[in-house]
């Protein structure tokens, strides 16, 4: 028999260095999951991904067990570690902050693919396209 769910806690973690404290902490203290053990298995499992942030959906069942998924980086982290940038536009419309090729899309929406809502290659490229856009990116090819 399958365990019964209480809720689900979607948090953004940097790989290998979950701890306590807030956001973690309190999002599932509150909800009565056992942080340490979390933030243990947590960081076992993102060791080879350290600083990365790592969305995670934990799933919360009503004895107060917990599975959690890991997801790959969102798109914006991605590009901007591939592009060697520290922040998007504050004005993505008006002031561009560079460039970037389709190679770099490709190789982003191959990573980000099991995650993505689509079938093709193409169509996870635009919209990886898009947030490069909203990021103040002008895309070549696009």
């Given at each position: 028999?399958?365990?019964?769910?209480?809720?689900?806690?979607?948090?953004?973690?940097?790989?290998g260095q979950a701890n306590?404290?807030?956001?973690?902490?309190?999002?599932?203290?509150?909800?009565?999951?056992?942080?340490?053990?979390?933030?243990?298995?947590?960081?076992?499992?993102?060791?080879?991904?350290?600083?990365k942030i790592l969305p995670?959906?934990?799933?919360?069942?009503?004895?107060?067990?917990?599975?959690?998924?890991?997801?790959?980086?969102?798109?914006?982290?991605?590009?901007?570690?591939?592009?060697?940038?520290?922040?998007?536009?504050?004005?993505?419309?008006?002031?561009?902050?560079?460039?970037?090729?389709?190679?770099?899309?490709?190789?982003?929406?191959?990573?980000?693919?099991?995650?993505?809502?689509?079938?093709?290659?193409?169509?996870?490229?635009?919209?990886?396209?898009?947030?490069?856009?909203?990021?103040?990116?002008?895309?070549?090819?696009?």
């Open positions: 028999m399958a365990k019964e769910i209480q809720t689900f806690i979607k948090l953004q973690v940097k790989g306590p404290a807030p956001p973690i902490g309190p999002a599932l203290g509150s909800k009565g999951v056992n942080i340490m053990e979390f933030c243990k298995r947590f960081n076992a499992q993102t060791q080879d991904k350290q600083g995670c959906v934990i799933t919360v069942y009503k004895d107060k067990s917990f599975d959690f998924i890991i997801k790959t980086p969102p798109a914006h982290a991605l590009l901007m570690e591939l592009t060697k940038k520290q922040l998007g536009s504050a004005e993505p419309n008006r002031k561009k902050i560079g460039v970037v090729s389709k190679d770099i899309i490709r190789k982003i929406a191959e990573e980000k693919m099991p995650d993505l809502n689509c079938f093709t290659i193409e169509s996870a490229m635009s919209m990886v396209a898009g947030s490069a856009k909203s990021a103040g990116f002008n895309v070549e090819g696009y």
